[in-house]
């Protein structure tokens, strides 16, 4: 399979991990779920993180040039973006999990999720500044 197949698999393991975030905020079995969603796409991303090992340069982290050349290939790239895609439902999954520790309403968090979904810690800052906010009406 190559990394153009790959790419297709593991955004389309995704959505359901998403939708579920949407619809079953208080489901008992969503953090199984979305946890194991997130250990599958891991093993993608470890599969090609450890097989792209030889490639791999510690120093190149030290510049913005450095770390474009790490990503010169599509295995490294399709790798950067499961990186991605396992840390943003991870922290979409944080957010629901508080929000539903916290009371805060899911309408609320809808926008979060989205954001998270589209563009990582945006969404964990809009989620912030909302904890923030609905902690400051309660005291």
């Known amino acids: 399979m190559n990394a153009s197949e790959v790419f297709q698999i593991v955004n389309t393991l995704a959505l359901p991990a998403w939708i579920i975030l949407l619809i079953a905020p208080k489901k008992k079995w969503r953090n199984p779920w979305i946890y ?12 090609y993180v450890l097989t792209g090992l030889n490639n791999f340069d510690p120093a190149a982290f030290g510049s913005l040039a450095g770390v474009k050349r790490l990503f ?3 295995e490294a ?13 991870l922290i979409g999954n944080w957010i629901v999990n ?3 520790k916290h009371g805060i309403k899911h309408y609320l968090i809808i926008p979060c999720l989205f954001l998270s979904f589209m563009f990582g810690p945006v969404g964990y800052l809009l989620f ?12």
Do not use: C, E, P, R
Request: charged letters at 10%; zero cysteines.
């Open 98 to 100: 508080q929000s539903v």
């Open 77 to 89: 790239v399709l790798a950067g973006w499961v990186h991605y895609l396992v840390f943003d439902l």
């Open 72 to 74: 010169t290939n599509d």
């Open 36 to 47: 194991g969603f997130a250990a599958v796409m891991a093993s993608v991303y470890a599969f």
């Open 128 to 139: 912030t500044i909302i904890k923030i906010s609905k902690a400051k009406t309660i005291a």
